[in-house]
C-alpha cells in the first residue's frame, strides 16, 4: 500500500568455530559480508548495531583471546539498577562492590500481569511483607536491577551469600509469603562461587592459567 514500507530486524549470532579459522580467510568472510551489506544500503536503509557501549568494548577484547575461539554465550541479562518504590532503607544505585560474601546467587525474574492490575497501596502492604522476610537473614545482601523493556526478564536479581543453607532457607521462607502467588518465573537459577578470574580459567581444564607480565 502507499505510504508503507517493510521494517526487518535481523540478529546474528556467530558459531564459535568460526573464531578458530585462520586470520586471512576470517578477513576475506568479514569483507564479503561488508560488502553485501554495503551494496544493499545503496538504495535501501540499512544500520548495523551492536550491544551497549561499554559492554561492546569487553566484547570486542574477550573475542581477541585465544578461549573465546572455543567459547559461546549461554546466558545473558541485561538490566539497570534504579531506586525501589518498595523499600524504606536506601537503594544502591551501583553494583555492591567489594562485597566479602562468598557466594553469588543470580537469577531473572518475572512478575504476573496482574501483579501490576493491583492497587499501589496493596503492592505496597504486600512486598513490605516480603521485605520484612528478607530482613530475618540480615547476612545474605539483595540486589535488584530492573530490565523492563531492555531485555526479556522484568528484573535479574542477585544475593551475596556466605552460606548457601541460609539462602535455602530464605528462598523457603519466602514461597509461602503473598507475593511468591505473583512469581511468574525465576529460572534459571546460577549459583556461582567466588574466584579470581585466573582460578575460574584453571577450573576449564584443571590447568594452571599462567599470566606472562610485561614490564615497559
Keep these: 500500500m502507499p505510504g508503507r514500507h517493510f521494517v526487518k530486524f535481523t540478529f546474528l549470532k556467530v558459531d564459535p568455530a568460526w573464531r578458530r579459522l585462520e586470520p ?4 576475506r568472510d568479514k569483507q564479503e ?3 553485501a551489506c554495503n551494496d544493499f544500503a545503496e538504495d535501501h536503509f540499512l544500520r548495523a548495531y551492536s550491544r551497549l ?9 574477550l573475542n581477541q583471546s585465544g578461549l573465546m575461539r572455543y567459547a559461546d554465550v549461554s546466558h545473558s541479562f541485561l538490566a539497570m539498577t534504579k531506586e525501589s ?16 560474601r562468598r557466594y553469588l546467587i543470580v537469577y531473572p525474574m518475572w512478575k504476573r500481569r496482574d501483579w501490576y492490575g493491583l492497587p499501589e497501596e496493596e503492592r505496597m502492604r504486600i512486598m ?12 545474605i545482601e539483595i540486589n535488584t536491577a ?22 535455602l532457607d530464605l528462598v ?19 549459583t556461582c562461587i567466588s574466584l579470581s578470574v585466573e582460578r575460574a580459567l584453571d577450573a576449564l581444564d584443571g590447568e594452571s592459567a599462567r599470566i606472562d607480565a610485561t614490564v615497559g
Design 24 to 27: 586471512g580467510e576470517r578477513a
Design 33 to 35: 559480508f561488508a560488502a
Design 53 to 61: 557501549e561499554s559492554i561492546h568494548e569487553l566484547h570486542v577484547v
Design 85 to 100: 518504590v518498595y523499600s524504606d532503607e536506601p537503594q544502591p544505585l551501583v553494583p555492591r562492590e567489594g562485597s566479602e
Design 128 to 139: 513490605r511483607g516480603h521485605i520484612e522476610t528478607g530482613r530475618r537473614h540480615p547476612s
Design 146 to 167: 530492573y530490565s523492563f523493556g531492555l531485555d526479556d526478564q522484568e528484573f535479574v536479581v542477585s544475593f551475596n551469600a556466605d552460606d548457601p543453607g541460609e539462602f
Design 172 to 190: 523457603q521462607e519466602l514461597r509461602g509469603t503473598e507475593s511468591s502467588a505473583y512469581t511468574q518465573s525465576e529460572t534459571p537459577i546460577f
